[in-house]
């Protein structure tokens, strides 16, 4: 390697679904400073790569790496350790590595039930219950695929991360301006945030950026949105009664989603300060609800019909308790 | 093993109605289970479901949250938010396979000390059927899934100097 060759940058994706690479393609002309900046190592989505190209390179060689998915197996597991050891800055991208997002809403199953719906239930024809194993004796030799782990982990449950960049996915104006600042740090004219930080973010809550039109919130009945036609497009979300996670998302995004007329769903993670998404929710739930009887906030709480994926929607795995009791008997 | 299972249970209390009760209690000399940790707050208004969640996942078996009786709160109506976070909070443990049971509100006045000593006894015994949580012991599952084997080892946190 000479002197003047550029930073290295990696992006790999786990447990994930594929749209923070497209949040990152969505920067557009943006990309174009990455190549100019950067030298793309690792990006399996992009580019050809071999796992025994990173393991052969020398620690702490990769500047950057994007790291976005959980942590569901082993596989996964062996990637983030490997792009962690040959990382200087590892950046926990996107809500799946920060917090676990939609795959860490499978910790309230057993990982045997996760496998059963998806080989052998009414969307998947397995009348011989042919269940896929961890290894294969083929001709040419024995063959391995990643073994499930009990549960999905972020990314920091693993290994020591960086930065975190939430979102699902994280906007492509936050990446871009993201990718600018280490960029002005390579050529020395900026410095980076204190490690562990969260970037390329808001410091507040998503009703902080939200234009829409706020009263006192008294609500008799939680609906479900689509029950509503149409939804006022001028005021508070949650005053409509449809269960909006704003309250306790951290801002970032300007609000897209009440915008557009529809429930913040809660991408962004918890607000700065917040130790538990959920339990802040449970919170700001608790207060807009007008009724003082136990049966009467029963009744009203009916009209949330499963609390427990509304409040922790993207943070099931990154919350206190991380996952069902059921899941984690292994 | 022929030992009985002594639950811990974290206790809420509010100032000035249900820490009174507790109070009176051991003023009068009432005998109650020993099993509560009571964390005094201003008010059951104060109680942020966080509390709760923090207390089970740190190794306790329930949470007891106390306060006035509704319409007695000292700060006007909080106590019925408490009542509806209790409410919902119940709800979302449920489905995360943790009993709600393990939860319990109870309304105690400054002159209830026999109320808050009954109720008190009476949650531990049903703690005590439900048995452990055990859900501070998390990190020892996790330490199972980091037994999968692996060839790679931590990296060294010397390398984390930016070149200019």
Known sequence: MTANAKPKFAMYWAASCGGCEIAVLNTHEKILDVDANFDVVFWPVAMDAKYKDVEAMENGSILLTLFNGGIRNDENEHIAKLLRQKSKILVSFGSCACEGCIPGLANLSPVGDIVHTAFNTITTDNPNEIYPQTTFDAPEGELHIPKLFPVLRPLDQVVDVDYYMPGCPPESHQIAAVIDLVIKVVKGEAELPPKGATIGVGDSTVCDECPLARNVKMIKEFKRIQDIAPVDPTLCILEQGIPCNGPATRSGCNARCPQAGAQCIGCYGPAEGVMDYGARLITAFASVIDATTPEEIDHILDGIPDPTGQVYRFNLAGSLLKANREAWKV | ?164
């Not at chain 2, 020993?34 to 942020?48: A, E, K, Q, T, Y």
């Not at chain 2, 899934?145 to 060294?156: A, H, I, L």
């Open chain 2, 1 to 164: 093993m022929s030992e009985q299972f002594e639950p811990t249970i974290i206790g809420f209390t509010c100032n000035w109605c249900s820490y009174r009760a507790a109070d009176l209690a051991g003023t009068s000399r009432m005998k109650y289970a020993p099993n509560v940790r009571l964390i005094r707050m201003m008010c059951s208004g104060r109680l942020d479901p966080t509390f709760v969640l923090r207390a089970l996942s740190s190794g306790a078996d329930g949470v007891m949250i106390t306060g006035c009786h509704p319409g007695e709160c000292h700060y006007i109506e909080q106590n019925y938010k408490a009542l509806r976070r209790f409410l919902l909070l119940r709800r979302v443990l449920a489905g995360l396979g943790i009993e709600p049971e393990r939860v319990k509100l109870v309304w105690a006045s400054a002159a209830e000390g026999a109320r808050f000593a009954s109720e008190t006894t009476a949650f531990v015994e049903e703690i005590r059927k439900l048995g452990p949580l055990n859900w501070g012991k998390t990190d020892d599952r996790q330490q199972t899934m980091d037994d999968v084997e692996s060839s790679v080892v931590n990296r060294p946190s010397s390398e984390m100097e930016v070149p200019a």
